[in-house]
């Protein structure tokens, strides 16, 4: 069973930035995390997500391309969001997904060996 703990979220003005952490815990091996966001009243979407083998696969929603970051620290299980010039429709709770045998990227389906964190709130202000 994994365990994804996310962290690093809050309140911030337009053109500001945070920094999202996510540490998974409890499986030797993951294929992929990334980052997934839903806003009141819409449905879940995909952010980033990034391979955590060999090299470096990142793929990005395009709202957010230009603007946010994903990094990994396989040694600590860790992934990383960082986010610049916030706008206020980046405002969602935020979560992290972690997949084990293969990467679902950003598709928000049902996967069996996808896990989820709890989420964690980023609010931007105008």
């Known amino acids: 069973q994994v365990q994804l703990v996310e962290s690093g979220g809050g309140s911030v003005q337009a053109g500001g930035s945070l920094k999202l952490s996510c540490a998974a815990s409890g499986y030797a091996y993951i294929r992929c995390m990334g980052w997934f966001r839903q806003a009141p009243g819409k449905e879940r979407e995909g952010v980033a997500n990034?391979?955590?083998?060999?090299?470096?696969?990142?793929v990005y929603a395009d709202s957010v391309k230009s603007r946010f970051q994903i990094s990994r620290d396989n040694a600590e299980n860790t992934v990383y969001l960082q986010m610049n010039s916030l706008q206020p429709e980046d405002t969602a709770t935020y979560y992290c997904?972690?997949?084990?045998?293969?990467?679902?990227?950003?598709?928000?389906?049902?996967?069996?060996?996808?896990?989820w964190g709890q989420g964690t709130q980023v609010t931007v202000s105008s």
């Open positions: 997904a972690a997949d084990l045998k293969r990467c679902y990227g950003l598709r928000t389906g049902v996967f069996e060996d996808r896990y």
């Open positions: 990034i391979l955590t083998g060999g090299g470096v696969t990142a």
